[in-house]
């Protein structure tokens, strides 16, 4: 999914990527050929199971390395809603908008369907309050897409994956 945060995103790190197809064929993708981009890999479109991943690290000082990664901790635990369970960031940012931003100014921080609910801390994620069901979540989530689209004409993508049966 080309996953990132703070400026940085894994395909600046991804060597290569081994992954089967559903007929057990294993193959082995460069850098190149996983076609990396927002939130986005070959693997959104192509039907593989990843099996292993080889990344380029920098070497570092590990109180340094330490020191930024209880940094991005701490960033996150004031700004993200990590005291809910949650399956992360619910939408992608738009190109030229702030999703969360326009969430918040369509006033559906705190929108509830079910237990299923928007954040307060962070509009970009959906939250379980306590018993939310996937189809409180997915009624949730186009009700905010509808909403969104509604006051300020912009369509938004989901950055979870949703699986199974619809």
Known sequence: ??????GKEMKEIVRTVKAIDYQGNEREFTKEELVFGYRNSIFQKEKYIITQIVLNLQK????EIKAKIDKYRQYRKERQPMESPSAGSTFKRGNDFITAQLIDQAGLKGYKIGDAMVSTKHSGFIINNGKATAKDVLELI??????VYEKFHKKIELEIEIMGEE
């Open 142 to 147: 186009e009700y905010i897409k509808e909403k």
């Open 1 to 6: 999914m080309n996953a990132g945060a703070h």
């Open 60 to 63: 570092g000082k590990k109180e």
